[in-house]
């Protein structure tokens, strides 16, 4: 940087600093009177600090001006005592420039007092700045100021307050989705406005006794019904936590048990045998079943021969063969929209067909086959078992006188008895020899 480039930067800095210097000295504060100006120019003598002091001296005097001279110039004012009893005062200032604030805010303008030197209402010799009880009414506007210093009536053009903000909080509506019908679940969100405050809280009311303290939540029900949920917002107006909600802000669910499903179903409960004719192999049956929302379409009874099955609840058959058969019976109906056919153990019935063989000619109750199935020899009519059957007896013959028997097969028999006793004693013999 050049040596001139920095005297031209040294010089606007000084500049700069001066003027913020200027900016930063303040204007003269103005001097307020409010001592008590016991002089000549007082329409209350030594003036009037209080309401009650005001009034007093209007009723009474201030003792060097009589109460009617004071109601007189407050006459000119349009003032009396009962103006002053009901006043709203505030402490307020009167300026000679004909400004009336109260605070910060100019209440009036072209504000007038009474001289009393002079004997008029004027604005001249009033005081830079004089201490002011100042009558507003309810909306805050200007009707008069009495100054206190000296108790003069002060009137002026009533500035228009400025409208105070209006604070407000509103709800302005609930959104619900339910997000799952089965499980009774839904999620609740609030819109909420505020016009020169805000929003401090939101709070759901799911209605069945459950709370969420949010803008925006999630919530399943425990139990199948309708219920109201309801939106709340709070935030401060006035200085006050206030709690709003709306008709907009109120939304109704509804969550209805779904019906029980429809079961269907169709069953064979019995086949049931009422006739059977064994000699000529013939059966009479009959079936029974049920069905569950919905109908029996057709019955089949299977006789287990081969033969075309009967499609009738109750059919009859004749077996040509004699054997042992299995019938066998179905329902057939619509369930869950498909044909089912369907049977059991209780339709299931078995019958059995024999052969009869020839019966005994002599006895029927056996059969021809039969080893006892025997003529009775003296009455052929007769099984031989039977108990009027008799055998006949034989004659008889006297025996004949018999020999003794001296054959060969006699004498070979003694022989070898001899031979045995003999070896015996032969034997004891020798044993008593050799001392044995």
């Given at each position: 940087m050049s040596i001139a480039t920095k005297f031209l930067v040294g010089i606007a800095s000084v500049f700069v600093l001066a003027i913020v210097a200027l900016i930063a000295i303040p204007a003269k504060a103005v001097n307020i009177d409010t001592t008590r100006d016991c002089d000549k120019y007082a329409v209350m003598y030594c003036g009037a600090m209080t309401k009650k002091e005001m009034v007093k001296k209007l009723q009474d005097g201030d003792g060097q001006n009589s109460s009617k001279n004071i109601k007189d110039i407050y006459d000119k004012f349009n003032l009396n005592v009962k103006d002053v009893e009901n006043a709203n005062f505030e402490d307020g200032v009167v300026y000679k420039d004909g400004d009336v604030k109260v605070g910060n805010r100019v209440v009036a303008k072209n504000a007038?007092?009474?001289?009393?030197?002079?004997?008029?209402?004027?604005?001249?010799?009033?005081?830079?700045?004089?201490?002011?009880?100042?009558?507003?009414?309810?909306?805050?506007?200007?009707?008069?100021?009495?100054?206190?210093?000296?108790?003069?009536?002060?009137?002026?053009?009533?500035?228009?307050p400025p409208k105070p903000k209006v604070e407000s909080i509103s709800c302005d509506a609930i959104k619900v989705t339910i997000t799952d019908q089965q499980k009774k679940s839904v999620t609740?969100?609030?819109?909420?406005?505020?016009?020169?405050?805000?929003?401090?809280?939101?709070?759901?009311?799911?209605?069945?006794?459950?709370?969420?303290?949010?803008?925006?939540?999630?919530?399943?029900?425990?139990?199948?019904?309708?219920?109201?949920?309801?939106?709340?917002?709070?935030?401060?107006?006035?200085?006050?936590?206030?709690?709003?909600?709306?008709?907009?802000?109120?939304?109704?669910?509804?969550?209805?048990?779904?019906?029980?499903?429809?079961?269907?179903?169709?069953?064979?409960?019995?086949?049931?045998?009422?006739?059977?004719?064994?000699?000529?192999?013939?059966?009479?049956?009959?079936?029974?079943?049920?069905?569950q929302n919905t109908k029996i379409d057709g019955y089949s009874i299977d006789f287990g021969d081969g033969t075309k099955p009967a499609t009738t609840k109750t059919a009859e058959h004749t077996y040509t063969n004699y054997?042992?058969?299995?019938?066998?019976?179905?329902?057939?109906?619509?369930?869950?929209?498909?044909q089912v056919t369907v049977s059991g153990v209780n339709c299931v019935q078995k019958v059995s067909f024999t052969e009869t063989p020839d019966a005994c000619p002599t006895n029927p109750s056996l059969p021809a086959t039969d080893p006892k199935c025997k003529p009775c020899p003296t009455n052929p009519e007769l099984n031989f078992d039977d108990p009027k059957c008799t055998t006949p007896v034989p004659p008889t013959t006297p025996p004949k006188e018999q020999l003794p028997n001296t054959g060969a097969g006699s004498v070979i028999g003694l022989m070898s008895g001899v031979s045995i006793l003999g070896a015996v004693a032969h034997r004891f013999w020798l044993s008593k020899k050799l001392g044995l």
């Open positions: 007038k007092t009474y001289i009393r030197t002079m004997g008029k209402v004027s604005t001249s010799q009033m005081g830079t700045a004089q201490a002011a009880k100042v009558a507003l009414d309810k909306n805050g506007k200007f009707m008069f100021a009495i100054m206190t210093p000296c108790g003069n009536p002060v009137k002026g053009d009533a500035v228009e609740a969100t609030v819109t909420g406005s505020a016009k020169n405050t805000k929003i401090s809280s939101y709070k759901i009311d799911f209605g069945d006794g459950a709370v969420a303290n949010k803008q925006s939540a999630d919530h399943t029900y425990a139990n199948y019904g309708k219920y109201t949920i309801v939106a709340h917002v709070t935030g401060k107006v006035n200085d006050k936590n206030t709690t709003v909600t709306s008709a907009a802000c109120a939304k109704d669910v509804e969550f209805v048990k779904p019906p029980e499903p429809v079961v269907q179903s169709i069953s064979c409960t019995t086949l049931t045998l009422d006739a059977i004719n064994a000699e000529k192999k013939y059966v009479k049956v009959s079936v029974q079943a049920t069905a054997g042992n058969y299995t019938i066998v019976a179905n329902v057939t109906g619509i369930v869950d929209g498909k």
